[in-house]
Every structure is written in structure tokens, then in C-alpha cells.
């Protein structure tokens, strides 16, 4: 009875912190969604920018095409990498509604405010020094699903305890006590062997101890042992199954997490790139030297780079976030 208390406390006690690791996969998934409607947001920016940009572009070429020296070819590819900006922008907008939607879906509303947006309070991903065996060593720590393995593992060997204990004899206290009445007042009876005559009402009972012993139960209580050796067994390698897992996630979510900051860094040197090639490309066309297709890939190469960036920014928080998880951090 001990054991079976113990175990079923356990048991409890792996319930609870399963539930913790539920609500933490949740703030992760919130996280995520929000870090992704940021760089949603951070991207539609840089296509609007870049919009505004290639209008001014047209503008200017259909004032070189009147006084002809512009080519108006030149005006028609304008305004076809213009229409398909728009048409990339529009997609874009659809994408961020249904983040919004999930965002909002997430947190228990019906459905997200009109045109709502979400203030951007996330900061430049920094030079990071992570030590991946003081992360894993933290996760088997902190990690509520490992700790909660663990409790159930404890509770199935008391479980084994408990089948065992079924081989054991078992003494019972018992008594009894009671008044035993005569069908009416008047009668009167005798006891058989000392002839004593009796009462109408007496008290009775007795106490007394009973021992149980086990001598037939056959091999019922030896293949419930077997049985629950074989649970415990299998929650053994659940465990260990689990730690490798923690680990898997741990290393990967740290390697992550260094990776995209290296993509950012790398990300950064490119818009500079691009916008000095923008500006020489725009330099040239204006002096009739460049040709409108360079002016436009130089457009299109620096909103390129500004979204490569905004990705690499985003997965980098994402990725910090996921880190949090696999360590069982705070998020």
C-alpha cells in the first residue's frame, strides 16, 4: 500500500510537470509566430520601399522618353518589374493575415483587430559564446518532460515493488462487536451445556488475528511481476530515449542559433554592396552610359539583400527561442 501511495504520487507529480512542458511549447509557438509577423512586417517595408523607388525610375524614364533619350522599351520593362512588385507585395500582405490570424488564434481571440501591427521591440542578434555541454547538461536539469520521464520510471519500480509483494504472507486484524437480542422481552432460553438460563439482550463479539499465506495462487502473481518488469524496462529505454533527444535538440538549436549569426553578420555587407551598386547603376543610366536592366537587377539585388537580412534577424530570435526550449529556459 506504501509502495502503490508512492507510485500514484509520482505519477501525479509527472502529470504536472508534463503540463508545464505543454505550456512551454506553447509560448514557443506564440514566440515563433510573432518573430515571424515582425520580419513579415520588416519585408513588406523593403518591397514598398523598393516600389516607391522603381515609380520614381518610370516617372523619370517617361520624361526621358518624351524628349527622347530614353528607349521606350526601356519605360515598358519598368513598368512590368513594377507590376510584378505589386503583385509580390500583394502576396506578401496575404501571408501576414494568416499570421496574424494563428497569432491571434493562438492567444484565444476570434480574430485579429483591423489593420493591426505589432510593435517591434526585438534587438540585433550579437556575437554569442555558447558551450553546448553546459546547454545539454542544463536541458537534463531544467527540461519539466525529462524530469517528468524520471518521475514516471520511479513510479513503475515501485509498481514492481508493489507485484512483488504479492508473494508475501499478509496478518489481518479483525474483530467484531454487537448486542444480540431475544424475539421479545419474555423469552428466556438456556444454554446448552451449562443450562444457565439466558437473557433477552447480551452483548457479543470477538477479536482476533488471520494470516494469508499465498500457497495457491499458482503463477498469477509471478507473471505480474514479469509484467511490470517488462514496463519498467520499456520506461527505461523511453528515458534514455528521450535524454538522446534532448541532446539532439540542444546541440542543433545551439548551432542554429551561431549559424544565423553568421548569416547576419554576412547579410549586413551585402546591403552595402548593394546600395553602392544601386547608386553607380543609377549614376550611369542618368549619364546614358548604363542600360535600364542593370538599374533594375541593382533594385532588385538590393531588396534581395535587405530580405536576406530580415530572414537571417527573425531566424536568429526564432532560433534563440528554440534553444530556451530544448533547455527548458524560461520563455
Known amino acids: ?63 526621358l522618353v518624351e524628349v527622347q533619350k530614353a528607349a521606350k522599351v526601356d519605360l515598358l520593362r519598368t513598368e512590368v518589374r513594377l507590376s510584378d512588385l505589386n503583385q509580390n507585395i500583394i502576396k506578401e500582405e496575404n501571408t501576414l493575415a494568416i499570421q496574424r490570424r494563428l497569432l491571434f488564434s493562438l492567444m484565444g481571440y476570434d480574430a485579429p483587430p483591423e489593420n493591426v501591427r505589432l510593435e517591434d521591440k526585438a534587438s540585433l542578434p550579437a556575437e554569442e559564446s555558447l558551450d553546448i555541454g553546459l546547454l545539454i547538461e542544463a536541458a537534463l536539469k531544467n527540461r519539466p518532460d525529462y524530469q517528468a520521464a524520471k518521475d514516471r520510471l520511479e513510479a513503475q519500480a515501485l509498481r514492481v515493488d508493489v507485484a512483488k509483494a504479492g508473494h508475501l504472507p499478509s496478518i489481518n486484524l479483525i474483530g467484531s462487536y454487537g448486542i444480540r437480542n431475544a424475539p421479545s422481552p419474555s423469552d428466556v432460553g438456556t444454554y446448552p451445556i451449562t443450562k444457565e438460563k439466558t437473557k433477552s439482550t447480551e452483548d457479543v463479539g470477538y477479536v482476533g488475528m488471520v494470516l494469508s499465506v499465498p500457497l495457491f495462487e499458482g503463477g498469477r502473481v509471478s507473471a505480474k511481476v514479469r509484467e511490470e518488469t517488462a514496463l519498467l524496462a520499456a520506461a527505461q529505454n523511453r528515458l534514455r530515449k528521450l535524454e538522446l533527444q534532448i541532446r539532439q535538440e540542444t546541440e542543433a538549436s545551439a548551432l542554429e542559433v551561431m549559424s544565423n549569426i553568421s548569416r547576419f553578420k554576412a547579410t549586413l555587407k551585402s546591403i552595402e554592396q548593394a546600395k553602392e551598386s544601386l547608386r553607380i547603376e543609377s549614376l550611369k543610366y542618368e549619364l546614358g552610359k548604363g542600360h535600364i536592366t542593370d538599374l533594375l537587377d541593382a533594385q532588385a539585388a538590393l531588396l534581395q539583400a535587405e530580405a536576406s537580412n530580415c530572414r537571417a534577424c527573425i531566424d536568429y530570435h526564432i532560433s534563440a527561442a528554440k534553444l530556451k526550449l530544448a533547455t527548458g529556459g524560461n520563455l
Open 1 to 63: 500500500m506504501v509502495s502503490e501511495t508512492s507510485a500514484a504520487g509520482k505519477l501525479s507529480t509527472a502529470e504536472k510537470k508534463k503540463f508545464i512542458r505543454t505550456r512551454d511549447e506553447l509560448a514557443y509557438t506564440i514566440k515563433s509566430v510573432y518573430f515571424s509577423i515582425l520580419g513579415q512586417q520588416k519585408l513588406l517595408d523593403s518591397l514598398d520601399f523598393s516600389r516607391r523607388a522603381i515609380e520614381n525610375n518610370r516617372k523619370r524614364i517617361a520624361q
